[in-house]
């Protein structure tokens, strides 16, 4: 185990972008480096931000605490299980051949999101009370083996409906009852997933709609819920899209990941989404890999800050029951080649098809490539069971019928069976 310990910014010294310059208890430097602001993240942290964001300076918060005497130096423990940049520090395995994390998607609790952020708070289904959740998670975890698993839930659901508001415990303690039961299944990852579309009712974070600070607000409170929880990971925001200025939204994803830092989840990854629905193939052209690799944690470190990338294997849109491609040569082998030479890792957080004989053949073809190039390719999962009726086209609800689980034929035959 290795301890990191960094002390921003020590004395005179003018701090450097990202680097904190206020909070409660921080001794460092406050002047920021030319070009770049001091922006309130919360009481405990401020940080140094290029001067491209309509954030409100530290100074100007009136309920801003001053900078004491006392020293205070964030530290991060590394693991010798930790995943790095370049892939887990215990000498990644490309022999073993197959991707570390994979499973499914439960999802519900992001029922009544629109695209445009609108996500309508009745819409949310309690799918721990009414679909049995956490029986689905226990089914896949103990009977097929997979370990991970992605929650999508509303960020109005989290607040009931206020921007920056704290978490509503009625609604909060709904939604960790399924956080709970991912983390009791026996699941090795489980992801919180605000599903927002980078927006709140039609307006982007950061770019006209609520502030970073709001977005950050909430991931603050939920990684002080969870910073004890090695097996939580942060998935900041479900596909962005229609983002005009990129590098703008990266500096909201930096104010997240710093929110959860400073709340005390040092450690545990987060995905960084990017533009185009967090579209794997124009990742790259589309500016979203250059802009998301400049994102760090506290200590300048990008140590488990994953990107989070979708793709599915029909058009494109993932709401045909037929798939096209396998996606290998469009999109998976040239994202492989930037990812090392760029040393950094994916998150293929959704994929999936229908329940047909294309989407057997070219779901399986894609989770084989992934698990050849498991040095880059982390896991994925597919979507989506949870909630859904037999009628959706992609459907991966198991049945339940005389105490035994029956899954889906794309589960069982490619997000498991492809895997093992
Ligand atoms: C700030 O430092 C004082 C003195 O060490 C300590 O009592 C207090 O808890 C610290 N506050 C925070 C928020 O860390
Ligand atoms: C939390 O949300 C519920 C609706 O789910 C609402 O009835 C309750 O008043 C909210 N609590 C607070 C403190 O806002
Ligand atoms: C978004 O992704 C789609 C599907 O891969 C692609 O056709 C389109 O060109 C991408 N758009 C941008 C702006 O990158």
């Not at 964030?74 to 790095?84: A, D, L, M, R």
């Not at 009544?112 to 679909?131: L, P």
């Not at 103990?142 to 929650?151: E, H, I, P, S, V």
Request: charged share 10%.
């Amino acid at each position: 185990m290795v301890v990191v310990a960094a002390c921003a910014g020590m004395a005179v010294a003018q701090q450097t972008v990202w680097g904190q310059c206020a909070g409660i208890n921080y001794s460092g430097s406050t002047a920021c480096t030319l070009g770049t602001i001091c922006v309130y993240i919360n009481n405990w942290y401020s940080q140094c931000q290029p001067r491209t964001t309509a954030t409100t300076p530290a100074s100007a918060n009136s309920s801003y605490p001053t900078a004491s005497a006392n020293s205070s130096c964030y530290s991060t423990v590394i693991t010798s299980s930790t995943i790095t940049a370049n892939g887990p520090a215990t000498s990644p395995s490309p022999s073993s051949g197959k991707v570390t994390y994979a499973g499914v998607n439960i999802a519900g609790f992001d029922f009544g999101c629109g695209t445009d952020g609108t996500c309508v708070v009745s819409g949310a289904d309690d799918i721990v009370t009414n679909s049995n959740a956490v029986g689905q998670m226990e089914h896949f975890a103990k009977d097929d083996g997979l370990n991970a698993f992605r929650l999508p839930v509303g960020w109005q659901f989290l607040v009931n409906g206020v921007v920056g508001a704290p978490l509503n415990a009625t609604n909060f303690g709904k939604y960790d009852k399924l956080v709970q039961g991912c983390l009791g299944s026996g699941a090795e990852m489980c992801i919180v997933d605000i599903h927002n579309y980078a927006r709140w009712n039609g307006k982007i974070v950061g770019q006209g709609g609520p502030s970073n600070a709001d977005l950050a607000s909430v991931w603050s409170q939920l990684a002080i819920k969870y910073a004890s929880e090695n097996k939580i990971v942060f998935g900041i925001m479900n596909e962005p899209h229609n983002i005009p200025d990129i590098w703008t939204w990266a500096d909201t994803i930096q104010a997240s990941v710093t929110a959860i830092r400073q709340a005390g989840a040092t450690s545990q990854m987060i995905l960084l989404p990017g533009n185009n629905y967090s579209g794997a193939a124009s990742f790259v052209s589309s500016g979203s890999a250059a802009a998301l690799a400049a994102i760090t944690n506290l200590d300048l470190s990008t140590t488990n800050l994953i990107f989070d990338v979708h793709k599915y294997l029909d058009d494109g849109s993932g709401t045909s029951i037929t798939c096209k491609t396998n996606n290998i040569d469009s999109t998976f082998r040239p994202l492989a080649s930037w990812l090392r030479q760029n040393k950094r890792m994916v998150f293929n957080s959704e994929t999936g098809g229908g329940n047909t004989d294309s989407c057997y053949k070219y779901l399986c073809e894609q989770i084989q490539f992934l698990n050849q190039n498991a040095d880059v390719f982390l896991g994925y999962t597919s979507w989506a069971a949870g909630g859904f009726s037999s009628g959706y086209a992609l459907n991966e609800v198991p049945t339940l019928s005389g105490g035994t689980w029956t899954d889906q034929l794309l589960v069982s035959k490619c997000v498991v069976g492809a895997w093992k």
